[in-house]
């Protein structure tokens, strides 16, 4: 057996049998953590924001599991785009209507993860998403546009969620309902840099970012907590995953002059272009964060506005 193999242990999702390591976060704990022994990870600021949140076991697509998924120690990023709703409706299911800031314009975003200490092991993460109205009865008011201009609430679809391990690929599809794949996917992100490179199938470039972090501002746990609500068909039936984010350190500027987002060849800039982004018009990165990821229920999603 190579030390490769020595350093995996093979497990089964829902009759999917991927690979995770050994002595690993998975391995170890199969999303039943240790609070204790994870607030004494000197990569774990702390644990408060779990402790209030109780796991319970459900049935999935992918076999019985707890849920939220709980992510200790992240870093992210996020760019802002406008573009045309025309193109915008072309890409989102009829039941779902982009979430517009002015008539005609709507908003669609590039994010970045990077989850250093979670349930499921280290991994990376990129998407490119859509901000939608919030699939719920009764008119968009201006509140529901200003929260999620400040990430407080954002309602999002997602096109393209390509990741680096096997086994979030396959909760993310299988459980979630969510377009991922795996391929090579750097992210880095400190206190004055930001770097992301996604890789295509022949290792090329699909997407890439590099920029200046925006001056960083530090939060206490439990001060600022966002939500942001995904909406997925999981075979055929709509339904809503919330994710809960614990920000830490975070920042967002409006000016672009730093930011380097490059196009390539690939599933997420072959999205990007789809949306014919107009100007990039705010930049948050947050540091330092912690979050929750909740299994999906099933939603009433109403028809799009004719």
């Not at 779902?96 to 314009?105: A, F, K, M, T, Y």
């Not at 975003?109 to 719920?136: H, L, N």
């Not at 993310?172 to 770097?195: A, E, M, Q, S």
């Amino acid at each position: 057996m190579s030390s490769n193999q020595k350093d995996i242990v093979k497990v089964d999702l829902g009759g999917r049998e991927v690979t995770v390591p050994k002595e690993g976060m998975y391995d170890r704990y199969r999303m039943a953590p240790d609070l204790d022994a994870i607030a004494r990870d000197p990569r774990v600021s702390n644990v408060d924001f779990f402790r209030r949140l109780p796991k319970i076991k459900v049935d999935s697509p992918i076999g019985p599991t707890l849920t939220p998924n709980f992510y200790y120690t992240i870093s992210t990023a996020r760019l802002t785009m406008l573009a045309p709703s025309r193109a915008i409706r072309s890409r989102l299911p009829e039941e779902l209507s982009p979430l517009e800031i002015v008539p005609g314009l709507g908003l669609v975003s590039v994010m970045f993860f990077r989850y250093d200490v979670c349930d499921i092991d280290f991994y990376t993460e990129a998407a490119v998403g859509i901000a939608v109205k919030p699939a719920r009865h009764g008119r968009l008011g201006f509140f529901d546009l200003v929260a999620g201009l400040k990430n407080e609430h954002l309602d999002s679809y997602v096109l393209s969620l390509p990741v680096s391990t096997e086994i979030a690929q396959v909760r993310g599809h299988d459980g979630y309902g969510f377009p991922k794949w795996v391929t090579d996917l750097d992210v880095d992100i400190n206190h004055h840099r930001t770097t992301a490179r996604v890789a295509n199938d022949s290792g090329g470039v699909d997407l890439s970012l590099l920029a200046n972090t925006p001056t960083q501002k530090a939060y206490v746990s439990g001060e600022r907590v966002g939500s942001l609500t995904s909406y997925t068909r999981i075979d055929g039936a709509w339904h809503s995953t919330l994710n809960q984010t614990n920000v830490l350190n975070a920042g967002t500027t409006r000016n672009t002059s730093g930011i380097a987002l490059q196009l390539g060849e690939g599933r997420m800039s072959d999205d990007l272009r789809s949306l014919k982004p107009k100007r990039t018009i705010q930049f948050d990165v947050m540091t330092e964060g912690q979050a929750a990821l909740h299994m999906p229920v099933p939603t009433s999603v109403q028809s799009r506005d004719k």
